[in-house]
Structures are given as C-alpha cells and as structure tokens.
C-alpha cells in the first residue's frame, strides 16, 4: 500500500473509517457498480484506421478474457467518407448505415462480451458532416461562419447517437469525442493540418471548444435519452495535460454557467445534469522532468503532486454541484517509449499501474472506472508521429518480431490486482500466446 504524505496516521484511519466503501465515499452517495472499475481501451484493426490489423477483434475478447476486464472503451468511425465509417449521408442529410461496417461493430463488440466486458463506453473517432461538406473527422464548423452548418453539425451527430443507442442496447454509455483540448489535434476548423506554422488560423479558442463541447453533450444526451433513460452521456475524454491550472475544465462550467447554451434553441440551459452524466479526463502522470526513455521510478512527491491534481479536477466538479457524478479516466497508463524490453523498466511500470490504483482506490471513491491505455504497443501502422503514443500498451502486438503476443509485466500485475475470476480462460497467459504467436 502506497504511503500518502502529509496525512498523520490517526487522521488517515478516520479517513477511511468514513469512506468504509466506495458508494459511501466520505457521505456522497455514488451510484456505480464498483464491478465495473477495470477498464481496456485499443481501437480494433478489424475496423480500419490508424491499428496494426493484428489488434483484431477476436483477439480484444480473448485479452478481456485473460485479464478478467470488465469495461471497454470501444473506438468507432462514424463517418464513411473517410473509406471506412458506420454512417453514410444523403442530400437531404439523412443517415443511413454502411452494412458492412456496422456488422465489423457488431462483431467487435460481440467478442468483448464473449470475452466479459459487461460495461461499454462508445468513442465517435470522427465527426459528421452535413452532404456535401468537404468536412472529415475532428472538422468543426465554426458557428460564426455559418450558424445554420453549425446546427446541423449537432443535429446529425446527435441523430447518429440515437441511431447507434437503439442499434446496441448492450452500449450504455455514450462518449463525444476524445481531448478536444489538446492543441487542436480534437477539434478544429476547417483546413487544420496540424502544420505549427498554420496550424493558428484554424484553432478554436479554449473558450468555443467548450461552448462546442457542451452544446454536443446536449444534444447527444436528448437523443440517446429518447431511446432509453438508462443511457448516460459522458464528456469527451479530457486531455487536460498542459491545463496547470485546470481553466479548461472551469471553462466546461462557465460555459453552461452562461445562460447561451444550447445553441440554437428558444432557452437558456444552465444544469450540467442535461448536458453530461459522467465526468472524464485522462489523469496521465506529468513526467516531463524525467528525460526519454523515462525513468518511471517517480519520488513520493510526484505521486503526491499527481493525486493532489487530479483530485482538484474533481473538486471543481464537486463546486459546481457534480460531486456525485461518476469520473471515468477514459485513458491511463505508462509508455516504454526507448527501451520496450528493458526487464527493469518493464517491472516498474507494472508496480507504478498497482501504485496508482492504491492511490485511486483509497482517495478518489468518484472513479467508477479506469480504462487503461492500451491493450498492445503498436508495431507497423502508426497512429501518429508520436512515439511515446505508440508505446503505450500491456501486450506486445503479435506482429512484434521479438516479443510477439506475450503479455509485458503489467498485464500479468493487472490481472492479480483485480483478479476477476470466472472467466473461462482468466489469467490463463500460455493459452493466449499459443493462440497468436507466430
């Protein structure tokens, strides 16, 4: 158990005392199944994209299998203008599925049940656009350009919300994008490339991107509540990595706060419960002091300054009346960027993923689930220029020449510290490995 500074052991013990379970946490009443708490999340290469075709969906089941994962995070195309994408559009802007795509969904999700998962959380990788829109994925019309493609921007994301609700009752969770903070990578104008020298002109200020946020929750959330009132609307997985001072997450509030929200209606909305029913941010550990490949052996203080963190994030949640809404750390984990086989840095990754749980566990009983970051490393079709990125992951990808299809270190530790029993092949790693090793 991880000893936490600067709390004397008496006041640690009545601590605890009034935390004695997780739906108590300390008189706030948290309404989750804490069942649900070990989460996995990996794009499948069954569906195209950025993925080594090795991730298939098939072998997303057996490894939820194997660990005793009881959530997913499950990262889907929405727009087939892109080659591969569940929706096609009409003139009229009707929207219509691609079969063929949506039948690759099913079947992913359909081998995460087989597998365990009981608890989904859907992630739109791209956004829609109205027909005829040169728009494609984390496009966003900007509102002051042109209002009325700005509202059938949230129109149709919204019906497609409602259309994948009633295509998947099993999926009750429903999660708009993924960190529209960061540096525009999320959300942007028309025209972004990413490029740093141009990249300016087509970024949304902190400010719209959580206008533009909240306005998707709400009319997402209509639309999902529409087809049954068990389904949940999650904020879009914040990066919040670079927000020190947690102004963009205030922003999520001032926004609501404002009496302007949601656009394109005759009222002003000012309840964060109509817009978003879970909290979510990605509380990836600050390692920038530690040079590359990081030494992942963090001091005390580190893991003090990160808990402290993002334990503040939540407050500011609690200040604005969501303290008993239920946080998803939608990603999380550690990369081995620079030495992927290095035993040692293998090993203290694996203790750093028990660390922070203890840390989770014993002070932030508003965490219903943890989704770690990612199921493999990537080998061939690179997700980004990113290295660090790429090396996240607690299986070594089958295609891996030299470690193909073994689980690393934290896998093994993951699964003793849940240790889910019941599943047909729980822990049962050999099983794994003889299935897809090459």
Known sequence: MFKIKRKSFLSLIIALIMCLTVFSGCGTNYKFNRDYFFGLCDPSGSLGGGVDKAITNEWLGDVADVLGVKSFRLWVNLDAKTGNGLFSVDKNNNLSFNHGYLAKVHDYVDNLKHGGVENFLFLNTTYLHSYGSPMVGYDVPDVYEDEEDYLAFLEINAKAYG??????????????????????????????????????????????????????????????????????????????????????????????????????????????????????????????????????????????????????????????????????FSEFGYTDVGDPYNGTLQNQIAENYKIALDIIKERMPWVEVVFCFRATTLVYQKASDNKTEENYGIFYNSDDPINGAKAKPAARALAEYFGNSGSAHYADFDWLYNKYSK
Not at 165 to 194: C, Q, R, S
Not at 195 to 222: G, N
Not at 256 to 262: V, Y
Not at 284 to 296: E, V
């Open 163 to 328: 259309m994948l609700a009633a295509e998947f009752p099993e999926i009750k969770n429903w999660e708009v994008g993924n960190e529209p903070d960061l540096n525009g990578g999320g959300m942007h104008k028309f025209g972004y490339t990413g490029d740093p020298d141009t990249s300016q002109a087509y970024m949304f200020t902190d400010k719209e991107i959580a206008e533009i946020v909240c306005d998707l929750c709400w009319y997402i959330r209509r639309e999902v509540k529409k087809v049954s009132n068990e389904n949940r609307v999650s904020l879009p997985g914040l990066s919040l990595y670079y927000d020190a001072d947690h102004s963009f997450f205030e922003s999520i509030y001032e926004a609501i706060e404002s009496e302007t929200l949601p656009y394109g209606t005759e009222f002003s909305d000012t309840d964060p419960d109509n817009y978003f029913d879970i909290l979510d941010w990605h509380p990836y550990m600050n390692a920038d002091k530690f040079s590359s490949p990081y030494y992942l052996n963090f001091p005390e203080d580190l893991w003090e300054e990160w808990a402290e963190n993002t334990i503040e994030v939540h407050n500011i949640a609690a200040k604005h009346g969501d303290a008993e809404k239920p946080a998803y």
